[in-house]
């Protein structure tokens, strides 16, 4: 009795083998992706604004959004993790337009920020616009605050 049910679980064993993946290469098909089309956004945050030392501004955001109501709402699909000593931020997109969203923070004490535009101490000013990306191509864009 114990060798037929030893006999069954290697037959059992041998049938799993041949049954899992192949066990040689070279016999799969190869898998032909068509790759999906993709450009590069290269968006440069500058931010020029008299008054203010270098110093005392810092970058706060920059954001990508499918459309703009979608912009309006804050709701982006896509956010760079800013850094002052940063300039250039790359995204890899499909293809089409896009609406970025950038701020800037004034962190001067007194009538500083006021005089240069900025709503008040520790306030932000932002910047947007439209860009569009092409397939196969690097798009260069700047941000604009005015």
């Known amino acids: ?3 037929i049910s030893l006999r069954i679980v290697c037959i059992l064993m041998i049938g799993a083998i041949f049954s899992c993946d192949k066990l ?8 032909i992706v068509d790759p999906e089309p993709k450009g590069i956004l290269d968006m440069a945050f500058t931010y020029h604004v008299q008054g203010i030392p ?3 501004m810092k970058k706060v955001q920059l954001s ?16 760079a993790n800013v850094s002052e000593p940063v300039v250039h931020y790359r995204f890899e997109l499909p293809p089409g337009e896009y609406y970025y969203y950038a701020t800037v923070i004034c ?3 007194g009538d500083s920020c006021l005089y240069s535009g900025f ?28």
């Open 1 to 3: 009795m114990q060798s």
């Open 24 to 31: 040689w290469p070279g016999d799969e098909e190869p898998l």
């Open 54 to 56: 270098a110093g005392r």
């Open 64 to 79: 990508l959004a499918y459309t703009a109501e979608d912009l309006y709402k804050g709701i982006f699909f896509t956010q």
């Open 107 to 109: 962190l001067c004490a």
């Open 119 to 146: 709503p008040a101490r520790n306030g932000t000013i932002a910047a947007g616009g439209k860009v569009t990306v092409e397939d196969g191509k690097i798009t260069n864009y700047a941000t604009q605050f005015h």
